[in-house]
């Protein structure tokens, strides 16, 4: 245990220091008042101050309340008020009559107008890292406008933490009031939260299956007949539908009609046999097997899912189509309710019908999966794309300068 002093003109002020260089991790174990003579032999008066002394662990991880380039700024704060502070006194020490009234030093600022300057950009600091119990970018005024932002376009609270934790760390007090700065770093920040992949298409290892689950109503099968298109017409690969949906009223007739409109072929499989019976027939390159929606509370139903798919004779790639509209609390529930039928990647579908993206890129940070592709619309083939960070997050800082643009109006 090492222990260290700190004064201030009022014990709040001593303490801040402390609190200012160790957080909360210190235990005040001292504190007086000594008395400090100003002028020459002491003829001007007598000044109090406050002095604490603290002890700290040494050998613990220092736990600062910013980042090192923000503490370097702090203490350059610091060392401001008491350079101009010794300034004043010795200016008082040779002094015989006061200045006339509201009269400053010849070519110098007012004291008193920049030591108040100083001490109010410590405040702003200090109540930014007071309250050890919350995340200090809730108090910094450069970043509010941020997490009212994530707030409003449905983050999920821990994304929000993280996002505000990392502005915090990556921008100086100064840096935090440029917009343009703060902007650039957010957006740089939300990308790196998106992960993406290439789908397996184009791969000339034999057959595979590409099967979508998924709740029900987030389009699998427009999408499914959307990835058909591209394989079948574009690439050139012989493909097979596969439809296990026989709960929506008219699923498998939506199918059939992609199915006839593309010329091929379509197997209806009720049962796991069926299914098998369908795959060794080795005739395609490509399976893509429609399932039924499923609600992501019910275990059971996802079970039927999950012994379907098991031990099947080709390799299978799971991939989980969500909607771009499901609030972030939900979607977070489907990502894990859903993580026992072993998916890797993601689809995102309804992208036209929102502005709020928040929910998606949160539930993609925190499941860790792939995103592959975007869906907007019900066109086929066009309405999909390959999904790229850079494109969702950029449909995100168009609301941000949106909100931002009507906040200065």
């Excluded at 008082?92 to 030093?105: C, F, G, S, W």
């Excluded at 600022?109 to 405040?123: F, N, Q, S, T, W």
């Excluded at 592959?372 to 790229?388: R, S, T």
């Amino acid at each position: 245990m090492a222990y260290k002093t700190f004064t201030g003109e009022s014990i709040k002020e001593a303490r801040d220091a402390a609190r200012l260089e160790f957080g909360d991790d210190f235990k005040e174990v001292d504190h007086k008042i000594t008395v400090h003579r100003t002028g020459l032999f002491g003829l001007f008066g007598r000044k109090e101050f406050y002095q604490i002394t603290v002890s700290y662990d040494e050998t613990a991880p220092q736990r600062r309340s910013g980042s090192s380039r923000e503490m370097a700024e702090r203490v350059e704060i610091l060392e401001r008020i008491k350079k101009i502070a010794e300034e004043r006194r010795r200016e008082q020490q040779v002094r015989t009559e006061p200045l006339p009234h509201n009269e400053p030093a010849t070519g110098k600022r007012p004291v008193g107008d920049e030591i108040a300057e100083l001490k109010d950009m410590l405040a702003t600091m200090m109540q930014a890292g007071a309250d050890a119990g919350r995340r200090k970018t809730a108090h910094h005024p450069g970043f509010s406008r941020v997490r009212e932002f994530l707030l409003s376009n449905d983050f999920g609270r821990d994304c929000i933490e993280q996002t505000m934790e990392h502005l915090e760390s990556s921008l100086t007090f100064r840096q935090s009031s440029d917009e343009e700065l703060v902007k650039s770093t957010l957006e740089a920040w939300l990308t790196s939260l998106v992960r993406t992949a290439v789908p397996p298409l184009g791969e000339d290892e034999g057959p595979r299956v590409l099967a979508l689950v998924g709740p029900t109503g987030v389009g699998k099968t427009t999408t499914l007949a959307k990835i058909g298109a591209e394989l079948a017409l574009r690439q050139h690969k012989r493909v097979a539908f596969l439809t296990m949906d026989n709960y929506r009223i008219g699923a498998q007739e939506q199918l059939e009609k992609y199915a006839e409109i593309m010329r091929l072929p379509i197997h209806m499989v009720h049962r796991r046999d069926q299914l098998e019976q369908v795959l060794t027939d080795g005739s395609c390159d490509y399976y893509l097997l429609d399932t039924a929606g499923r609600n992501q509370k019910n275990e059971m139903q996802i079970g039927e899912i999950r012994s379907v798919l098991n031990g099947l004779p080709i390799p299978v790639d799971v991939h989980l189509v969500v909607s771009a509209t499901t609030k972030y609390a939900d979607l977070a529930e489907i990502m894990k309710n859903f993580s026992s039928l072993r998916y890797q990647r993601i689809i995102a579908t309804k992208v036209d019908e929102t502005n709020t993206f928040g929910s998606l890129i949160s539930g993609l940070a925190s499941s860790g999966k792939e995103l592959v592709w975007l869906c907007m619309g019900q066109g086929v083939p066009d309405d999909i794309k390959l999904a790229e960070a850079r494109d969702l997050v950029g449909r995100v800082m168009v609301q941000y300068r949106i909100e931002g643009a009507l906040a200065h109006a």
